[in-house]
């Protein structure tokens, strides 16, 4: 008879044993993380929250409460949630046709298209608000709707910045779909549309919840692009933030609004991640090497998504052709005119040319592009591979979550927060160099973590226990099956943590001084003062922002790593 016992096997008892130097390397490179996280992130937030509700120590709920009851507040409630609501609605029904064309059909300009929505992303949110305000503006090229300064031009630039992200969360992940379900339902007697609707639109639901999430995010958060487009009039909880702290010097109420817009944001994240994972458990999505489809070219249903694909890229491509047009646009006629003030006409206010505050935003967002890839380095190593263990799996998805956190507050909340938090002891960087480049790194660092953890988890473990066998410790197991693996994306993570750091706004308008003002603040500070001189030295310091920060992406996505799913 054998006897069965509860108690683990010594081969198990050898294997945990094994595993004890792997998991004290990983919580290793946690280190500088949790203390990055925690210093400049955990600690400014929690700190502007108690702003809002302590006073002298104790919890003072008065103000909190006698904001919240303000018809002001919540009409500011209402327009930052319908603005993100009405562009997240837009650009998910856009992304399903967009997707389908350019991510499983194959036909000419295909791969342009597909770089053209991906430039906006890419672009400072000051840019895009300019060439928006260029082309609802009288006389532009869409000045015939009068849709300058409504609600409907602040959600479609919302919708141009956000609509490439949302294609590629959707296309990546449908390419990795079994196509076998809708086959069969067209087998059955279905006609392609409805097959389409019922089984390959629900296929979709995690896609779909994910990329809508995001979009809200950047939505309810977008500071620069509202400023610009909407002013008082379509102001949002994050253009309040910034009017009470730099216009009324209320910080107590800024605390009180930014508790606000991160309870909505989370809130927002937790039902899409909710629905995310009810979807996608009823889902086998193809891993391999035979992951992804093979393009085949477009059949006849294709003429609709074909016909949204190329009147979505031709609206895309509208106004940044008339922000370059404005920029060559002179009392004299067309002319470089504007350029040539770059590098001699100071900017108002500053003893600085916008060409001297490009040399800044380099030095600041190479600073920053560091830290943030050294932290996210560090994230994604340690947050790779797949634990044996149930509660390890679950420890490393509340870190996993946790590291993403800057996503999820807005960059306004992250400044505001430094700038209470970081300007006493025992921490005091007022005056310091490296309150912007700190600030730069939070906000890119989830940039950074999503571009490596695809890559360093499609490692198959059996990669790294060869290593082990031949008698490599963990740190050279790193170095030899890690790092190599690691080295292409880790590219692309730096190109768009450099393009981020380089147009971030909404951080470091609270940390900027006179001498350490980058770019997006001088264009906003040129385009803000009266006189057509200022208004083209700043089209022209745009155009030369976002061609910088484009081109440093469009070169990281020729070398882009082929990962089925990877969708930065």
């Known amino acids: ?95 399903v046709p967009l997707a389908k064309s350019l991510y499983l059909r194959r036909w000419p300009g295909r791969g342009l298209i597909k770089t053209l929505l991906t430039v906006p992303f890419v672009l400072p949110a000051v840019v895009v608000g300019l060439a928006f305000r260029l082309v609802f503006a009288q006389g532009g090229p869409l000045g015939w709707l009068h849709l300058d300064g409504s609600f409907a031009a602040v959600v479609a630039a919302l919708v141009f910045f956000n609509l490439g992200l949302m294609v590629r969360v959707v296309g990546s992940f449908w390419v990795r779909l079994d196509p076998r379900p809708q086959q069969a339902a067209r087998l059955l007697g279905a006609s392609p549309t409805r097959a389409f609707w019922s089984i390959t639109v629900r296929q979709l639901a995690p896609a779909l919840a994910a990329g809508a999430a995001l979009v809200f995010l950047f939505s309810a958060t977008a500071f620069a692009t509202v400023l610009i487009l909407g002013g008082a009039a379509y102001g949002t909880l994050e253009t309040e933030i910034y009017l009470q702290t730099t216009g009324l010097l209320d910080l107590r109420a800024a605390a009180v609004l930014s508790v606000m817009q991160l309870l909505i944001v989370l809130g927002a994240l937790w039902l899409a991640g909710a629905a995310r994972r009810r979807h996608e458990r009823a ?97 994604a190593a340690a947050l790779s591979g797949q634990p044996r263990h149930r509660w390890l799996r679950r420890v490393r998805n509340i870190l996993d979550s946790a590291f993403l956190l800057p996503a999820g507050i807005s960059a306004v909340t992250v400044g505001l927060g430094l700038f209470i938090t970081l300007s006493r002891p025992p921490l005091d960087l007022r005056g310091s160099f490296w309150l912007i480049p700190l600030a730069q790194a939070v906000v890119a660092l989830p940039l950074v973590t999503r571009a490596l953890l695809p890559a360093l988890r499609a490692i198959g473990p059996g990669q790294r226990e060869a290593a082990a066998v031949l008698g490599a410790g963990p740190w050279q197991v790193f170095k030899a099956v890690d790092l190599p693996i690691m080295a292409r994306p880790l590219a692309l993570a730096a190109a768009y943590a450099l393009a981020a750091s380089l147009g971030e706004f909404g951080a470091t308008t609270f940390l900027a001084r006179p001498e350490s003002t980058t770019l997006p603040v001088a264009i906003y500070q040129m385009m803000s003062r009266p006189g057509a001189d200022n208004l083209g030295t700043a089209l022209a310091a745009a155009v030369m922002l976002g061609t910088i920060t484009s081109a440093l992406v469009a070169v990281a996505e020729a070398r882009r790593p082929h990962l089925a799913g990877a969708a930065l």
């Open 1 to 95: 008879m054998r006897v069965t016992s509860n108690q683990p096997s010594v081969r198990q008892q050898a294997g945990a044993i094994q595993q004890l130097p792997k998991i004290g390397a990983k919580l290793a490179l946690l280190v500088p993380p949790v203390i990055f996280i925690t210093f400049f992130l955990i600690w400014p937030v929690a700190t502007l929250i108690g702003r809002g509700l302590f006073s002298d120590g104790h919890i003072d709920l008065a103000p909190a409460l006698d904001l919240i009851s303000r018809p002001r507040t919540w009409r500011l409630v209402r327009r930052t949630v319908g603005q993100a609501g009405a562009a997240t609605i837009i650009a998910t029904g856009l992304a």
């Open 283 to 379: 889902l086998h999505l193809k891993t391999g090497a035979g992951a992804v489809r093979r393009l085949a070219p477009p059949k006849r249903e294709d003429r609709l998504a074909m016909t949204v694909t190329l009147a979505a890229a031709g609206l895309t491509a509208l106004p940044l052709a008339g922000l370059v047009a404005g920029s060559l646009r002179t009392a004299g006629g067309l002319s470089l005119g504007n350029y040539s003030r770059l590098a001699t006409q100071p900017v108002p206010g500053l003893a600085i040319t916008p060409v001297q505050a490009l040399g800044r935003s380099l030095v600041v967002g190479l600073l920053a592009m560091t830290i943030a890839v050294g932290v996210g380095a560090c994230t």
